[in-house]
């Protein structure tokens, strides 16, 4: 019977009002109602921030005000929802993200996607950064065009394999190639062409062939 009595009173020492919000600059907003300007905090629970012109329920205790919920906007301003602390989602099953038109993704300082199974979709996909990193036990590109353009590129790896029906290669300045041994073979013609040809061996030079022609 007391704790009924107790939860009476506390109960009628909050007034609640319908007002106007007047301006919200982040850490106060004021309110017009009947009884003129309150100046309130945003209550936890109401995560919309309010807006000029939005009609808003505020709860009245003693000299504490506090926005509970935006009940109504009038003008086509976008919604802001603010949490001022870390903030844990936690759901038993699917989460859906949709947009009309564009999804945008911000962080100070790390945005991390961690799962079993990461698919990225599009007609066109963009990474932009100054350094990016793929770190992989396997690699696999499937695609009808492959273009890359960079100012350096270094490749660091313990086996390079190539397979291609043809290979084409242009080189503008200069091709410098440094090997511990080289093979090159092909199965019909090997032609070197240039305006000065130098073949320099420090021990042996050896040419074998049915035929030699020289001139």
Avoid at 47 to 71: E, I, K, S
Avoid at 132 to 158: P, Y
Wanted: with cysteine; proline share 1%; charged share 25%.
């Amino acid at each position: 019977m007391l704790k009924e009595v107790e939860d009476a009173v506390l109960t009628q020492g909050v007034i609640h009002e319908i007002g106007e919000t007047e301006r919200n600059d982040g850490s106060r907003v004021v309110v017009t109602t009947p009884h003129g300007l309150r100046s309130a905090r945003v209550a936890l629970s109401c995560m919309v921030q309010p807006a000029y012109g939005d009609t808003v329920l505020l709860a009245v205790h003693r000299a504490d005000v506090f926005v509970l919920a935006v009940l109504e906007r009038n003008v086509e301003a976008p919604i802001d929802v603010r949490f001022d602390r870390s903030v844990n989602l936690a759901i038993k099953g699917d989460l859906t993200l949709g947009a009309s038109d564009r999804v945008s993704m911000k962080s100070g300082n790390e945005l991390q996607l961690k799962a079993r199974n990461v698919n990225v979709n599009g007609e066109a996909i963009q990474i932009t950064g100054q350094r990016v990193n793929i770190i992989g036990k396997a690699f696999c590109w499937i695609a009808d065009t492959l273009e890359s353009t960079a100012r350096v590129i270094k490749q660091t790896a313990e086996l390079w394999s190539v397979h291609a029906q043809t290979h084409q290669r242009k080189i503008e300045s200069m091709e410098l190639v440094r090997v511990g041994h080289l093979d090159l073979r092909a199965e019909h013609v090997v032609n070197i062409g240039a305006s000065h040809t130098i073949v320099k061996s420090r021990e042996l030079v050896k040419i074998n062939g049915k035929q030699i022609q020289v001139g």
